[in-house]
């Protein structure tokens, strides 16, 4: 099992539409958590991040970790067309670098006009 | 500036022959990634330096080599290539190898292995 699961979807909402995405990790080390989007045969790039437990929110995105349920979320508001990618969740434990981010497999999302 | 900067973008090989991936960036990071991404597998680190002189191996490294020639560029050699190691490859930096720091990806390069 690898240590984030994510939903690769696909998923597919009308404009407008709140849109949630998940992830579950196995991990309990994990504190740093974030969430990068791709764009169609683009490199991901970071959207949000947060540490530990707790929301943040930038704008439209909302990135939520319960650490008691292992679980990450990402919520768009007002979705966008502009908003189709996909979306990558993921975690790291404090010890060690960025070389033991772990990512998950990525949900592809599509914001129909 | 350009950020992370990665050629070829697109290469077919045939099964046996090498090739190297190069990556350039220009954001005076410390610390540099090659992963491979592949459908239903997510992104996996094949290796990464951590600052210039030094390389370690990541979770996938096995057939690949690299090398960390400045601080700008590290690059990502294909001894004998093999289906397997068809895929999209991708070429981060950062800033340092702290779990916080973002990494930033380059456009990636195609690679089919027949």
């Known amino acids: 099992q690898k240590e984030v699961e994510q939903d690769p979807g696909p998923l597919s909402v009308p404009e407008g539409a709140i849109v949630s995405l998940n992830c579950t990790y196995s991990n309990s080390a994990f504190q740093y958590f974030m969430w990068y989007r791709q764009y169609s045969r683009k490199g991901p790039e970071l959207l949000m991040y947060?540490?530990?437990?707790g929301n943040k929110e930038d704008g439209r995105f909302t990135a939520q970790v319960d650490k008691s349920s292992k679980y990450i979320s990402l919520f768009i508001r007002d979705s966008q067309p502009s908003d189709s990618a996909t979306y990558l969740c993921?975690?790291?434990?404090?010890?060690?670098?960025?070389?033991?981010?772990?990512f998950g497999k990525g949900t592809k999302l599509t914001v129909n006009p | 500036n350009a950020g992370v900067t990665q050629t070829p973008k697109f290469q077919v090989l045939k099964t046996g022959q090498s090739m190297t991936l190069q990556c350039a960036q220009d954001?005076?990071?410390?610390?540099m990634y090659w992963y491979r991404q592949d459908p239903g597998m997510g992104l996996r680190l094949i290796y990464y330096?951590?600052?210039?002189?030094?390389?370690d191996k990541g979770e996938v490294p096995n057939g690949y080599n690299v090398s960390r020639l400045n601080k700008r560029e590290f690059s990502l050699r294909l001894e004998s290539a093999a289906p397997s190691q068809t895929s999209v490859y991708f070429c981060?930096?950062?800033?340092?190898?702290?779990?916080?720091?973002?990494?930033?990806f380059g456009p990636g390069t195609r690679l089919t292995v027949l």
């Open positions: 993921a975690a790291s434990p404090p010890q060690g670098g960025s070389e033991k981010l772990v």
């Open positions: 954001m005076n990071h410390n610390s």
């Open positions: 947060t540490y530990s437990s």
């Open positions: 330096s951590a600052s210039e002189g030094t390389t």
């Open positions: 981060a930096s950062s800033a340092g190898t702290s779990a916080y720091n973002e990494q930033f």
